[in-house]
């Protein structure tokens, strides 16, 4: 085999990914970070006629205008930031948009401060462009990231944050306070935020706020994959600062031209058609967070009341121990120290799932948590009580 480039050797598959290809066979999953809808008929419909229209070829860079309109004035009213259509790229997802943001910034030693346990993409992106990834602990009470302790890590070498509200793997909501808290740190340090805004509509409590609407130099990557149940149609976008955009419009172009030209008229439709499939959904998702918040603390086990995306990040003692003995009981769940070394003693739960796979999910919970004699584990060495 020939040499692998160096910079391969840094990184590791994703957990997430590890933990559902070891589940095989017929089991409940609640290791999944896609909604478990369907994408909404009209979205379908739009992205139909495209096709039937011809509309099959490559569009323009930055994606096409009509959606990039769309885009610019839902920043506008809806975050508070204020970008015109040529300070928007659309990408191939979140995922597109966050790698070419932090390739454009991010150089050999260069120090990004991140949310730990926090999204897997983020430090494995800062290792691909040869930066290094440094965690900021999340706070105890309401696991949104320390502006305290990012402060303390901050160096002359350090060149950005990334914040993610609602959070990917807490569910985890940041205050309008804490938001602006860090555009300020930013500020004085001159960095630049990167935020990653894909869960900002599935919400419970809270509002969301976008640090681009306190500070300047702010990436803001979204995407229509969860907000519209659109994870497999590939579409995101990011809003920056002209001269920003049109340097990592350099990256966009030689990794993926445009995005897909079909994806891009069912986003349009997605953004600019009703939005009462968003609020039955996340009406949908509260009802399940409100499921699994009662089951977990019926369990007694120790968790943050999840007040965005749809997610929950119990503490336990043996995490390892743990995602086993649900995986033997045909229950996949996120080891926390695939989030990061933070995450450790943590297990992710994902609510994307129908309320009676949750509760027969939790059923068996109780074989692992509960159950004195079936239990793996001593009763007594798992944590007990949770925070609201
Ligand atoms: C926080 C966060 N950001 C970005 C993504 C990727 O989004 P996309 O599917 O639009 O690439 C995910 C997907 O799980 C996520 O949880």
Redesign the pocket.
């Known amino acids: 085999m020939p040499g692998l480039a160096s910079r391969i050797k840094t990184m590791e598959i994703s957990g997430i990914r590890r933990a559902f290809e070891a589940a095989g066979g017929d089991f409940i999953n609640l290791g999944l970070?896609?909604p478990d809808f369907d994408t909404p008929p009209h979205i379908k419909e739009a992205a139909i006629a495209a096709i039937i229209e011809g509309f099959t070829g490559y569009t323009f860079g930055k994606g096409i205008e009509a959606l990039r309109e769309a885009i610019s004035e839902k920043l506008r009213k809806e975050n508070g930031i204020d970008v015109t259509k040529d300070e928007i790229i659309v990408t191939?997802?979140?995922?597109?948009a966050?790698h070419i943001a932090i390739h454009t910034f991010v150089e050999r030693g260069d120090e990004v401060l991140l949310p730990d346990p926090g999204?897997v993409?983020y430090a494995n992106l800062v290792k691909l462009a040869e930066g290094k990834p440094v965690s900021v602990p999340l706070r105890k009470e309401d696991l949104t990231m320390d502006v305290d302790a990012a402060n303390e890590l901050i160096s002359e070498k350090t060149k950005a944050i990334i914040l993610?509200s609602p959070?990917?793997p807490t569910g985890a909501v940041m205050s309008r306070e804490g938001v602006k808290a860090f555009a300020e740190l930013a500020e004085d340090h001159d960095l630049i935020i990167f935020s990653?805004e894909?869960?900002e509509k599935i919400i419970y409590e809270g509002k969301h706020v976008s640090p681009a609407s306190f500070y300047e130099n702010v990436v803001t990557?979204n995407?229509v994959?969860?907000t519209y149940a659109m994870?497999g149609w590939?579409?995101?976008y990011l809003a920056a600062p002209r001269d920003f955009v049109e340097e990592m419009l350099k990256i966009h172009q030689y990794i993926q031209a445009c995005a897909s030209s079909v994806s891009q008229k069912a986003a349009l439709a997605a953004i600019t058609g009703p939005q009462d499939c968003v609020t039955e959904m996340v009406r949908e998702f509260r009802r399940r967070r409100d499921f699994v918040v009662d089951a977990l603390k019926r369990l007694g086990l120790m968790f943050v009341k999840p007040r965005g995306?749809f997610y929950v990040f119990p503490e336990v003692e043996d995490e390892e121990g743990f995602v086993e003995a649900m995986r033997q009981r045909g229950v996949i769940v996120t080891p926390g120290s695939a989030f990061g070394k933070f995450g450790k003693k943590h297990v992710r739960m994902s609510y994307a799932a129908s309320i009676e796979d949750l509760k027969a999910a939790f059923e068996r919970m109780k074989g692992v948590v509960g159950g004195k004699r079936r239990s793996p584990f001593n009763h007594s060495s798992l944590k007990r009580g949770y925070f609201m």
Request: hydrophobic letters at 35%; aromatic letters at 8%; a negative charge.
């Open positions: 970070g896609e191939s997802g979140a995922s597109e966050l999204f993409s993610n959070a990917n990653d894909v869960y990557v995407a994959s969860k994870t590939r579409l995101g995306a």
